[in-house]
């Protein structure tokens, strides 16, 4: 399961089994730095020409409402709120449970080594634009949440895009939560207010966490299920997006200082898009077979294990596969060559030196030694790979969406053309198993 898209548990549960002793535990901090020094780790800045926001919405408390954290174009600050990469400690706790390891150590070992980090966008920043923005859905990996791809993420939205970082309710990230009718006993508890981040002092966080596979249990029935649940979920979100962009009043559950009203006819819903890394490359094409609303996908590092077969030929918009080096097997590949198309643009790279957590932001947040040792670095520069898988995103994004940006001068990454990159995949796909 780890090998198929399992982004934070494999990570967890190796740090975890590393600093159970008392001299691993002194010994992690230098072990965490690497050859860089803690210092220099960080999320990088979006590189476009706009600052970056970013703010969270939950519509409709129940666990059948969208949940999702949105990045878009924002006004500059002079002291930006960056919000912390990883929202709270139930995340971590949420992994704890999941591999049935001590809550407590882990979370002082995960709030250690990643604790401080900052998402680089300003909380609740006002939305600023001089034109519509395109839009993007962006569904994370098994075990992962919504923040934990805020490099790519905020790189789109300084490039002009407002993203919808969606967190699925599937069961299959680590954690997340949707908020409920308080009971009487807990309304007349005045202290159980202060767990809930509800703007209404009727509602409570519930926590719903990680599902495993249960003995015995058909893991495709699981998967498959699930990822039809996170298509549905990205078109939610999306849906929701569009009543905002049409004025329609929304009621953002969450406690929050952004003015939603500022969205109205702010997005451009002719040029939508969906990218996902893992199991999020499998929701993409699962969502553009499900809603044509979409008109291109890009799917990062994709496990194509949860899709039915019958999907393939119904998919009928564009799709971009950009796949790391050390990941990907035979049967997957062919998998997505069951979408190729004579007339539907599908294209291929692979970034050369890169592992499966290439790109989530993990891979900026360890020095060399733990990164490497936890397979959350290549051997290729973190900032080159996220860079080339940026840059190709954004100039398949402009050919298909027809924006007019300067995008297309990465269109040469989309057919491999970089010493980094390799067109198609270095892994050998029989034709027979096509």
């Known amino acids: 399961m780890f090998s198929h898209g399992g982004l934070v548990q494999l990570l967890a549960k190796r740090i975890y089994n590393w600093a159970r002793t008392d001299h691993r535990r002194y010994t992690l901090g230098l072990f965490a730095m690497g ?32 949940f999702f954290r949105l990045y878009y174009p924002c006004q ?3 002291k930006p709120d960056r919000p912390d990469w990883v929202p709270c400690v139930a995340y971590f706790n949420g992994l704890a449970d999941f591999m049935k390891i001590n809550r407590s150590l882990s979370e002082r070992i995960f709030n250690y080594l990643f604790g401080s980090f900052k998402i680089p966008a300003s909380l609740d920043a006002p939305f600023k634009s001089n034109e519509k923005c395109p839009v993007v859905i ?19 939205a300084s490039q002009g895009f407002i993203v919808a970082s969606v967190e699925h309710r599937d069961e299959s990230a680590s ?21 809930s981040t509800s703007a209404q002092d009727t ?38 997006l569009m009543e905002i962009n049409s004025g329609i009043p929304v009621q953002n559950v969450l406690k929050s200082k952004f003015d939603w009203t500022t969205l109205e ?17 499998a929701t993409v094409i699962e969502a553009l077979c499900k809603d044509v609303k979409f008109k291109c996908g890009v799917a990062l590092d994709a496990w194509m294990f949860p899709l039915d077969d019958e999907i393939f030929p119904r998919v009928k918009q564009p799709i971009f596969f950009i ?5 990907q097997w035979a049967g997957n590949i062919s998998r997505m060559k069951k979408l190729d198309s004579a007339v539907i643009q599908r294209k291929m790279i692979t970034i050369r030196g890169t592992v499966h957590q290439s790109f989530p932001d993990f891979t900026f947040l360890t020095g060399n030694w733990i990164g490497k040792l936890m397979k959350l670095k290549g051997e290729i520069d973190s900032q080159i790979a996220m860079d080339l898988c940026n840059q190709a995103t954004l100039a398949f994004l402009q050919r298909h969406l027809g924006l007019h940006k300067s995008f297309d001068q990465w269109d040469a990454l989309i057919d491999g053309q970089d010493p980094n990159l390799i067109q198609g995949t270095n892994v050998t796909v029989l034709q027979s198993a096509i």
Request: some cysteine.
């Open 35 to 66: 050859n860089t020094g803690s210092n220099h780790r960080g999320i990088p800045q979006g590189k476009g020409p706009n600052a970056v926001g970013c703010t969270d919405f939950m519509m409709d408390h129940t666990a059948q409402g969208s």
């Open 76 to 78: 500059e600050t002079e």
């Open 265 to 281: 006819n702010s997005m451009d819903l002719c040029r939508i898009a969906a990218v996902g890394h893992s199991f999020g490359g």
């Open 138 to 156: 962006f569904s994370h990996g098994l075990g992962a949440f919504r923040t934990l791809y805020s490099a790519i993420c905020a790189e789109l």
């Open 203 to 240: 509602l409570i966080e519930e926590w719903m966490y990680y599902r495993n596979l249960q003995h015995g249990e058909n893991e495709f029935t699981l998967r498959n299920k699930q990822v039809k649940q996170r298509a549905d979920e990205c078109i939610l979100a999306l849906d929701k």
């Open 175 to 195: 954690a997340t939560y949707y908020l409920r009718e308080k009971t009487e006993a807990e309304k007349a508890d005045k202290t159980v207010s202060i767990t």
């Open 323 to 327: 796949n790391s080096e050390k990941f």
